[in-house]
């Protein structure tokens, strides 16, 4: 079965270090980018970044960037923050982006279960 | 690139017809997904490229529009139907709209 399996939940204290991870099965993990996503408690989406597992390419949203870094081989991508905040607290989705070279369409057509992060003193 | 969904929430009944829309803050041509979110559960694609259906998403679900107008329809709502929708602009990078909580009436 083709999915994208997430480490489990965590729970942080603020300043504290974290790398999720976001493991690849049943395709050829290198074929398509990896997306972040956050979603914050009852909130919406948003688009972090994504990285390339072919060739380790990232391309950071301006708004993380700095904040967390994206990392990936063979099989797997990373998340890592090295000094969270309580605000970092949200579910992170990592998913999958196909990209159609004939017209340049791109969309995510797969998610992992979601990480939950929660920074608490 | 911003992306503004309206309306922010909706009551419908089963049966009813519901239209979404996203607005994009420039043009995006047809680059343009839409995704639906069940509460406690991951997203789940839709529609890509703006009206082309996801294989094994069922054919109620149709998207249209180009440019900067998009229209997330659903022919007859039905239960599992009740969920939030996003539109996502893959045109550069990546942007979500503040997503559409579709509930019962």
């Known amino acids: 079965e083709v999915q994208l399996v997430q480490s489990g939940a965590e729970i942080k204290k603020p300043g504290e270090s974290l790398k999720i991870s976001c493991a690849g099965l049943?395709?050829?993990?290198?074929?398509?980018?990896i997306v972040w996503v956050r979603q914050m408690a009852g909130k919406g989406l948003e688009w972090m970044g994504m990285?390339?597992?072919?060739?380790?390419d990232i391309r950071y949203s301006p708004s993380f960037r700095g904040q967390v870094t994206m990392s990936a081989d063979e099989s797997t991508a990373y998340l890592q923050w090295i000094s969270l905040k309580a605000s970092d607290t949200a579910i992170y989705y990592c998913?999958?982006?196909?990209?159609?070279?004939?017209?340049?369409?791109?969309?995510?057509?797969?998610w992992g279960q979601g990480t939950l992060v929660t920074v608490s003193s | 690139i911003q992306m503004t969904q309206s309306p922010s929430s909706l009551s419908a009944s089963v049966g009813d017809r519901v239209a979404i829309t996203c607005r994009a803050s420039?043009?995006?041509?047809?680059?343009l997904n839409w995704y639906q979110q069940r509460p406690g559960e991951a997203p789940k694609l839709l529609i890509f490229a703006a009206s082309h259906l996801q294989d094994g998403v069922p054919s109620r679900f149709s998207g249209s529009g180009s440019g900067t107008d998009f229209t997330l329809t659903i022919s007859s709502l039905q239960l599992e139907d009740f969920a939030t929708y996003y539109c996502q602009q893959s045109y550069s990078s990546g942007t979500f709209g503040q997503g559409t909580k579709v509930d019962i009436k």
């Open positions: 998913a999958r982006r196909v990209f159609s070279d004939y017209d340049r369409h791109n969309w995510i057509d797969l």
């Open positions: 049943g395709y050829t993990f290198s074929d398509k980018w």
């Open positions: 420039e043009t995006i041509d047809t680059y």
């Open positions: 990285v390339n597992p072919a060739d380790f």
